[in-house]
Every structure is written in C-alpha cells, then in structure tokens.
C-alpha cells in the first residue's frame, strides 16, 4: 500500500516536469481511483509492486537520454532488477531501455557509470541464479520451454502482432483509466492517440511525449506477440503510460478534456472496490475448530 501511494506521488512529479501541475495533478487523481489499481494496492504480490520501480526505470533512462545525467544509470539498474523480479514481462522494457541508452549523449563519465550499474544490476538479479543453480535450473528451463515452445506461448514475427494491437491498446485502457467500462475505453483510446499526434504536429513536449510513445509502441508490441491470455497484472510495466499520455491530451485539449474526465471519474468512482464487501480470502483458508 506505501508503495503505491508512493507511485501516485511520483507520477504527480514526473508528470509535472511533463506536461504541468495541473494535468499531472489529475491524472494522479485518477490513478488514485483506478479500481485496478487500488485490488493490487490491497494485496501483497510481486507484480503489485512493478508499477513504481518502472516508473523509477523510466524516469532514470528519460534522465540519461534527455539530459545526459549518466549517474542515473545507477538507479536506473537497480530498479529495473527489481521490476524484472516482480514479474518477467518486465524484459519488454529492455528494449525501451537499450534503444534510449543508445540514443544517449555519451559524456565523459558513463562508462563509469555504465559499470557501476551493471555491477549492481547483476548483484540484485544473484539471488535468482544461486536459487536456479540449487534447484537444477528450474527457472532457466521454463523460460527455455516458453520461448522453445512458441506455437502456444510467443511469436517471433512482428507483423503478427498488427491485428492485436488495437484490442490489447483497448483492453489496457478499459482496465486502467475506463473501469472495464467497453464505450468509455473505446472512446478515450481514439483520442488519447489522436492527442498524441495533435501534440506532436504542435511540437508539444514533442520529446517527452516521443519517450512516452515509443515506451507505449514497444510495449503493445510485445504483447500483440503473446499468444496466452493477459491478465490484468501482465500489463504492470505498461500501468503508467495511459495515465502520462492522458497528461499530455489534457495539456493539448485544455477545457475540451473535460468532456472525457467528467464520465471517466463517475464510472472509476461507481466501481471502487472500497464500496463493496472483501472477499476474505485470508480469512477462508482457515480451519474451523474441530476441523482436520
């Protein structure tokens, strides 16, 4: 719970040095309300926590290419060591990462920098390869058997990925911003895209905004690729990008946004799991007096 009110605070920050108080102040707001994210915020589980740290990687690898402040990479690599231990569809920002890292201007420090981070990196991830070594590769051999066994698990060709991106852009918004809402979600994944370009052709935060996408693009690719179910909590290293692309439209759209925020808050506030019943789940698996 610490940890996710954490991540609404440092959205507000990033969202602010973005695209301004005001709009980052909302669309904290509505992070805030997200029912999705308050289910994970009540809970404790690997993938609940995935959100902040990608934050945190996402905002150090934005330092290092916007700016060229290399000591980022530091922090940079220890969160990422800890979103690819909250769950493994985390490596879809490896991409991201490399593409930006090598996009970066090269300042006399970062190669320093660069080993210093991934000394640390592969000091945190130790723990995963000491427990694989005890226990015959176990991790290593699923991970082998999920890319090995691809006609049920992944596809390597890109372009299959095309006819799901849609759906999947639609699916993340309806559990993140819309509240499983089908209209809504519909509605707002046409104009949070047609803001990004609007902004884009106004050369608005062009920059940020371009960081923003191609995280989103990388992302949906990835997971256009994924033949299995997603979850909910599968689009954890994507939770934020709705949210700052929901930033920049309010920016872009000014009052005209209130068109979308007016609905967006009713349908995330009428489904706000704090106003129905727990399920006691801890409490059920407790054996009653007498009881084998």
Do not use: C, E
């Not at 402040?69 to 940079?76: F, S, T």
Request: a positive charge.
């Amino acid at each position: 719970s610490l940890i996710n009110l954490a991540t609404i605070a440092l959205i507000w920050w990033i969202g602010r040095q973005w695209f301004g108080r005001f709009p980052a102040l909302l669309i904290s707001t509505f992070y805030a309300l997200t029912p999705t994210v308050l289910v994970h915020s009540r809970s404790s589980w690997n993938p609940n926590v995935m959100p902040f740290f990608v934050l945190i990687t996402m905002y150090g690898v934005w330092k290092v290419w916007r700016f060229g402040y290399w000591r980022w990479l530091v922090i940079l690599a220890i969160s990422y060591a800890f979103v690819l231990q909250s769950h493994y569809l985390g490596l879809l920002l490896g991409p991201v990462i490399g593409l930006f890292l090598f996009l970066s201007p090269k300042k006399p420090n970062y190669k320093r920098s660069a080993v210093s981070a991934l000394f640390l990196f592969l000091v945190l991830m130790s723990p995963l390869l000491i427990f694989d070594i005890r226990h015959n590769w176990i991790n290593s051999q699923a991970i082998y058997n999920f890319f090995s066994n691809r006609q049920t698990t992944v596809n390597f060709r890109a372009y299959k990925a095309i006819p799901h991106l849609w759906p999947i852009w639609v699916n993340l918004n309806s559990t993140l911003l819309a509240a499983q809402n089908r209209i809504l979600s519909q509605i707002l994944s046409v104009a949070l895209l047609l803001g990004t370009f609007v902004s884009l052709k106004r050369k608005l935060n062009s920059p940020d905004l371009i960081f923003v996408f191609v995280w989103l693009s990388i992302g949906l690719i990835g997971l256009g690729l994924y033949k299995q179910h997603i979850y909910d909590h599968y689009y954890g290293f994507l939770f934020p990008v709705p949210f700052l692309l929901f930033g920049f439209l309010i920016r872009t759209a000014g009052y005209w946004s209130v068109f979308l925020l007016a609905p967006l808050l009713v349908v995330n506030i009428l489904n706000n799991p704090l106003r129905f019943p727990p399920n006691n789940q801890a409490g059920s698996n407790h054996r009653r007096p007498g009881t084998k």
